[in-house]
């Protein structure tokens, strides 16, 4: 079992930009697609961006031009820009990867994003 811990979530204002974090354990992250969901409240979870082991990207529409998701697999990380955010951002943000049939999951962080 793959453990994720996210980090870097926080409040900021409208326009501002905030960097997540997550750092996942084991040695064989390489090989992992790694994304970033998120769940606002009474909403369903969505995938906001995925990165995969060729690093290859993808992106919301909602968020293209905005974030950026990128990897480190010296470090075992995957990472999240978020810039020019807006209220509609505000969300638990959650950290997945998956490789072949399964997946895990980190425990989310809180981002918000005041007008």
């Known amino acids: 079992q793959v453990q994720l811990v996210e980090s870097g979530g926080g409040l900021v204002q409208s326009g501002g930009s905030l960097r997540l974090s997550c750092a996942a354990s084991g040695s064989t992250f390489s090989i992992y697609t790694m994304g970033w969901y998120r769940q606002a409240p009474g909403k369903r979870r969505e995938l906001v961006a995925s990165?995969?082991?060729?690093?290859?990207?993808n992106y919301a529409d909602s968020v293209k031009g905005r974030f950026t998701i990128s990897r480190d697999n010296a470090k075992n990380t995957v990472y999240l820009q978020m810039n020019s955010l807006k209220s509609e951002d505000t969300a638990v943000y959650y950290c997945?990867?998956?490789?072949?049939?399964?997946?895990?999951w980190g425990q989310g962080t809180q981002v918000t994003v005041s007008s």
């Open positions: 990165i995969t082991s060729d690093g290859s990207t």
């Open positions: 997945k990867s998956s490789y072949a049939t399964w997946s895990s």
